[in-house]
């Protein structure tokens, strides 16, 4: 199954020593390597490749391939739906606060910053491209890029399928202006402790259309996964910027 | 509940079968587990209705501070803002002179988002303007006190005693009543 080429004598990516990885391993990795591998966890781990995805970018009006950035970019991956008013904003505003480190570190040119969506239906390209405004999205320094599945049924296949971030309709969601709770699916504290006090503005419904794990993939240039940040692994964006930072510097040095 | 979440659920309880190590601990330092007090942060203090612009030091020792992380495109931060200024407005500089303690109880709302280039400084001020603020509001610019707290999200509201040691900190919504009582607490009360 492995094509030897001259020079490359790791074959097996997590193997101490190993070319394709700045980052050390993760906390207990031997154990979520064993989950991994016996198929217990759905989404990739640090040295696992990157999945191969190919999915619509709105702002360039062109299919954007996971595949393209090798060799090119290091790459963030979250998931999310701009109707979410929990956890989401905050995940996409963990991707802005790298996107702006890298103009701090000058390294705007080798990191993409992907926001997938997974409700299509919901998120056209305006939306996405008002919701990316809101949190001080940067589009001109062209490293962003919303990832929207033409169907329900393609977001499934990649993001539930291929980087194994959970999502679900809720069933008891009321439609528009139903407000601004959260399914407990998200993992992430800030939403669960808002669902409790939710009286907000636009109605009595606590729920909201998805309920999902919060999810963020870093992958290095030579598309392999350095960290997959979720649940109570989630980063502070000071986690985040550092961890980015270690990658593309340590890929500077290290050729 | 969909197939993914049961294989995530199974996996995390194979973790725990495998019974390498404690609880999993993530993130670092957690100011709550060891008593720590948190080092004291120079932020950059902003223009806006209670606050002027300069540097504030935080946490204060000696004084019980309350600290919010908040960002401009959070909606339960602004629903966070009515709550907190009522209590601000009972127990901020003006208000409070407690029995046992006699300080003062500083309030400071910090931001964490990236300033100046989309976001600025004036859209912060705006924010606070329109949604009442008047005290000491701040931007950790470098996310050096949000990573010394290992706040993953946002609004994040942390109590310290005068000790500068973290009594309290949450995540989310929180009345009148559920940001008294941990500061009432951390004033010994």
Redesign the interface.
């Known amino acids: 199954m492995v094509t030897l080429t001259a020079g490359c004598t790791a074959l097996d990516p997590r193997d101490d020593g190993d070319d394709h990885l700045i980052l050390g391993q993760p906390?207990?990795y031997?154990?979520?390597r064993?989950?991994?591998d016996?198929?217990?966890?759905?989404h990739p781990i640090y040295g696992d490749e990157l999945p191969d995805a190919t999915v619509p970018c709105t702002l360039h009006e062109r299919e954007v391939s996971t595949a393209e950035f090798e060799g090119e970019r290091h790459t963030l991956f979250t998931f999310i739906f701009a109707r979410c008013?929990?956890?989401c904003?905050?995940l996409t505003?963990s991707l802005?606060?790298v996107q702006?480190?890298s103009?701090d570190g000058d390294y705007e040119d080798r990191i993409a910053l992907c926001n997938v969506t997974f409700d299509p239906e919901h998120d056209t390209p305006a939306v996405l491209e008002e919701y990316g405004d809101?949190?001080?999205?940067?589009y001109e320094l062209d490293n962003w890029h919303f990832l929207r599945p033409e169907s329900e049924a393609d977001a499934r296949a990649v993001v539930?399928e291929q980087f194994?971030c959970?999502?679900?309709r809720n069933e008891d969601y009321e439609g528009e202006g139903g407000g601004?709770g959260h399914g407990d699916?998200d993992g992430?504290?800030?939403?669960?402790?808002?669902d409790?006090?939710?009286d907000?503005e636009n109605g009595d419904s606590m729920e909201m259309a998805f309920e999902h794990?919060s999810m963020i993939v870093l992958a290095n240039a030579d598309g392999y996964v350095e960290r997959t940040y979720t649940g109570?692994?989630?980063?502070?964006?000071?986690?985040l910027?550092?961890d980015v930072r270690t990658v593309v510097e340590g890929w500077d040095g290290g050729d | 509940m969909g197939v993914h979440r049961r294989e995530l659920l199974a996996g995390t309880a194979a973790l725990g079968v495998a019974g390498v190590g404690a609880a999993v601990t993530v993130g670092g330092w957690n100011p709550l587990e060891d008593g720590a007090a948190l080092a004291e942060f120079e932020l950059e203090s902003l223009e806006a209705p209670g606050s002027e612009a300069g540097t504030v030091v935080v946490p204060e020792r000696g004084s019980v501070t309350v600290l919010e992380l908040f960002a401009t495109w959070c909606g339960v931060c602004e629903r966070l803002m009515e709550p907190m200024g009522a209590v601000y407005d009972d127990l901020g500089e003006r208000g409070y002179e407690g029995v046992s303690q006699g300080g003062d109880v500083q309030f400071l709302s910090v931001t964490n988002e990236p300033l100046g280039r989309t976001t600025t400084r004036a859209d912060v001020a705006s924010w606070w303007e329109a949604h009442d603020g008047r005290w000491t509001v701040a931007s950790d610019a470098d996310l050096e006190l949000t990573g010394a707290l290992d706040a993953t999200a946002v609004p994040y509201t942390v109590v310290l005693d005068e000790a500068n040691v973290v009594t309290w900190s949450e995540t989310g919504y929180k009345s009148v009543e559920e940001l008294r009582e941990p500061i009432f607490a951390a004033l010994g009360e």
């Not at chain 1, 016996?38 to 759905?42: E, K, S, T």
């Not at chain 1, 992430?188 to 808002?194: I, R």
Request: charged share 30%.
């Open positions: 906390d207990q031997d154990m979520l064993e989950a991994r016996g198929g217990d966890l759905a008013h929990a956890a904003p905050g505003a802005r606060h702006d480190d103009v809101g949190l001080g999205v940067d539930e194994g959970y999502f679900a601004h699916g992430n504290g800030a939403g669960d402790h808002a409790e006090h939710d907000g794990a109570a692994r989630l980063p502070s964006s000071r986690d910027v550092d």
